[in-house]
Structure formats: C-alpha cells, structure tokens
C-alpha cells in the first residue's frame, strides 16, 4: 500500500487565510510513503513544515526529496522542518542543475545563508546529499524514478514515480503552449503515460491565463487535458493560485468532474492540506484497494 498525503497544495505564495481555509496556503509539498521504505517528499515548500509535526518530538528524518526547481514556493520551507535538526537525520536532495551549471549544492547553499538566512546548512544537526539530475532514470531508495525537463520558467523538472506497484506522476509547475494550442509535450506525456495519479498544475482559470499566459502555468482545463490525452486514471488538480478561494476551487472541480473530457478518468480531486490517498498495487486495469481520507486536520 502507498499513501500520498498532501502538507502543501498553493502556488506562487504562502497565502493562508479564511477565505482558503479548507483547501489550505501552505506551498507545495507531498509524501509518498510505503511500509518498509523510506519516504519521498516531492518539494519543499511551507507545507514542509506540517510534515514535521508528524515526526516524534525526537525522531529524525532519513529519507528522500525530489526538488522539481528552485523557486521560492518550492523550497522555502526546508529551514523549518524540525525533523532534520536532529542527530542522525539524513536527507538525500535531488534535483536539476541551473542552466548557467550552478550545482543543486551550490544553488541550496547560496539562498541558505546569509543574509538571505540567518544560519547555513552546516547549522542543522542532520546530514544532506545532493545529486543532481538531468533527464535519467534513477533508483531512490526503493522507488523507481524517471526525471524529464517540462515546461516552465527556469530548469524544471517532472518526475514519475514507481513504489510498490503505484506509479505517480508529479507535475506541479507546466507552461501551457503560448500559441493557444492543445498541443502536450512528448516529455510530459511520457512522464504521465497511464499512471495511476497524476498530480499536476491547475493554478488558473480560462480568464486568468489571458492575463498570464506567460507566467509559466497552465489553465485548469489543460490540466484534465493533459491527463485524458496521456490516459492517467485519476487526476489531483495541484498549485492551486493564491487568490483562489475554497469556493472557486470547489466550483471548478464539479466543473472539471461534469466534463464530458474527465468521463474516462476514474477520479478527479483537488488538493488540500490534509488529503491522503491510499493506493493498492494493481494486479489488472485500474486500482485496486484505492482510498481517500482526511488526515492533520
């Protein structure tokens, strides 16, 4: 059985306030755990910190991070997870190079540190690895890993993920074509091809990507788009924009769920703070043992 529970589901900003109360500000970050192997956190936004209130006041974290790029709402939260101040706390990073070759080392060091920070890595008490990742497919612990570059604004990574007989896709940041068209690109759709999650950027809606089209997002459509097109079996809309209330997300989810377009999809969910999904290996089409629950509230 694998979870995946959702800490983090906002873009851009931390954003919490009444008006997203049950969605949730906290930026982007989410777990994948099975029993026996170490866990795989999928960013390092704020919601990072909600993470670490799961621990045991002294257990350390020893496992995994996939950074799919350095903008602030993915990594801001990292100098607050208290589970890697901790003796014996390891956390493996891995992530994309710059383009100018600045190491994913180097690049964490710099923005964790003075006077950006008050205190360097050296500071915590747990150990990190970086490895930084091109277009591979790598082992993590025991999780199968296949990395492509995806649109978006900067190095950006994609990342499918293969653990105990789930495949998840993880897309949280995608540019949708400038020139109006539906086209997919051959990265993403072999990242997405047929997973049994997708995960993945719904950050705007119809009229707010006539504003911002270039600003390295996708609309909500495109999203159930590009998981129909790949033949994903349930989607989760991810990264939601901060000035999206828990009203519109709720209006457009029923929206994307009456679609005549997400009738071939078992599911479709926004994220929330909270959300775990539990999922069983298959052992035909579809999946078995498939869940949804409510968890930290």
Not at 133 to 143: F, K, M, R, T
Not at 185 to 190: P, Q, S
Not at 199 to 215: F, G, P, V
Request: charged share 25%; hydrophobic share 35%; with cysteine.
């Amino acid at each position: 059985m694998t979870a995946i529970r959702f800490f983090g589901v906002r873009g851009s900003t931390p954003c919490s306030c009444e008006e997203n109360r049950r969605y949730g500000g906290n930026t982007a970050c989410v777990v994948l755990e099975a029993a026996g192997s170490e866990p795989i956190v999928l960013d390092l936004g704020t919601g990072l910190r909600l993470y670490g209130r799961t621990f045991a006041q002294d257990e350390p974290f020893r496992g995994h991070v996939l950074v799919t790029h350095l903008h602030w709402d993915h990594v801001q939260g990292l100098p607050f997870f208290e589970p890697i101040n901790r003796t014996g706390a390891r956390m493996d990073l891995w992530g994309p190079k710059q383009e100018d070759g600045t190491s994913l080392e180097t690049a964490f060091r710099s923005f964790m540190a003075p006077p950006y920070f008050p205190v360097g890595l050296e500071a915590f008490a747990g150990e990190f690895e970086f490895h930084d990742l091109g277009e591979d497919e790598v082992s993590i612990g025991d999780a199968k890993v296949r990395v492509r570059f995806v649109p978006h604004i900067g190095p950006t990574c994609g990342f499918r993920v293969e653990l105990d007989g789930v495949s998840v896709a993880y897309i949280p940041d995608h540019q949708q074509p400038l020139n109006g068209a539906m086209t997919i690109d051959d990265a993403v759709l072999e990242l997405c091809e047929g997973v049994d999650v997708l995960i993945h950027d719904a950050q705007y809606t119809e009229e707010e990507w006539a504003r911002k089209s270039h600003w390295g997002h996708c609309t909500i459509s495109y999203a159930l788009h590009v998981a129909r097109e790949s033949g994903a079996k349930r989607l989760v809309l991810f990264h939601h924009d901060p000035a999206h209330s828990d009203e519109l997300v709720d209006r457009v989810v029923e929206e994307m769920r009456d679609s005549p377009k997400s009738w071939c999809l078992e599911q479709v969910v926004a994220a929330h703070e909270g959300l775990e999904l539990e999922l069983g290996a298959s052992s035909g089409p579809g999946v078995s043992g498939s869940g949804e629950r409510e968890a930290m509230r």
